[in-house]
């Protein structure tokens, strides 16, 4: 195990309503990345959150926000849910440290369903 | 043309086959290179970093190709436990952004 989890597991939730996802980054680590997942894809970068400051944004429409407390843990909100938005989200965290390109260790995911 | 690009497949090999996969990218930037695996319904994980003299481990090779923008996994005596989705990473700059493809469906039958 990584470490990383995720609340919650699983959610459903109607198309207009808001979403918040929950991730505890691994002890040590100082950086959150969240990455959207669909069926039979691979994950897609939405942001990454270092020492509680955006560091890097995908191409997510603003309704994607996030925030990074100052354990390091980390939320993902999404606004104004579309159907597109059903995916598994993954949170990945890691030790950025200079010169390194750290290794990401993901966490179980929360399957979003928008109905 | 999409960053990273990998065929889906599936691949479905017999035990003890070797399989190679390939992957290309688009970005003649990209700095680092990996392979992740990710089991049904799991978080992907990482199998091994890719660098330019290659590299082994046990059963799998990785190898990267910087002037093609191309990277290959081969991996030989395939395990039934070795069915999963291979996905093929790039970090493409020093934000930690990593850009993955669509992953290769590797199926191994007894």
């Known amino acids: 195990e990584t470490g990383v989890t995720q609340s919650p597991t699983h959610l459903i939730k109607t198309r207009g309503q808001q979403v918040t996802l929950r991730c505890s980054s691994q002890?040590?680590?100082?950086?959150v990345s969240w990455y959207q997942q669909a069926l039979g894809q691979g994950p897609q970068f939405i942001f990454q959150y270092y020492r509680e400051e955006e560091n890097g944004r995908g191409n997510f429409p603003p309704r994607f926000s996030g925030l990074q407390f100052p354990n390091y843990s980390s939320e993902l909100n999404v606004n104004a849910l579309e159907l597109d938005d059903s995916a598994l989200y993954l949170c990945?965290?890691?030790?950025?440290?200079?010169?390194?390109?750290?290794?990401?260790?993901f966490g179980p995911g929360t399957r979003l369903t928008v109905l | 043309r999409k960053e990273v690009e990998q065929d889906p497949g599936p691949f479905n090999v017999p035990e003890g086959a070797t399989v190679a996969f390939n992957c290309t990218y688009s970005?003649?930037?990209?700095?680092?290179f990996f392979w992740y695996r990710q089991d049904c319904r799991k978080e992907p994980k990482l199998l091994m970093s890719?660098?330019?003299s290659g590299n082994e481990d046990g059963r799998f090779t990785a190898q990267l190709n910087r002037a093609s923008q191309y990277i290959s996994l081969l991996i030989r005596d395939s395990k039934l436990s070795d069915s999963a989705t291979y996905l093929c990473v790039v970090n493409s700059g020093n934000t930690g952004k990593l850009i993955f493809g669509q992953g290769t469906t590797l199926q191994v039958k007894p």
């Open positions: 002890s040590g680590h100082n950086t």
């Open positions: 970005n003649s930037a990209s700095q680092s």
């Open positions: 890719v660098y330019s």
């Open positions: 990945a965290s890691s030790l950025v440290a200079s010169g390194r390109t750290p290794e990401q260790f």
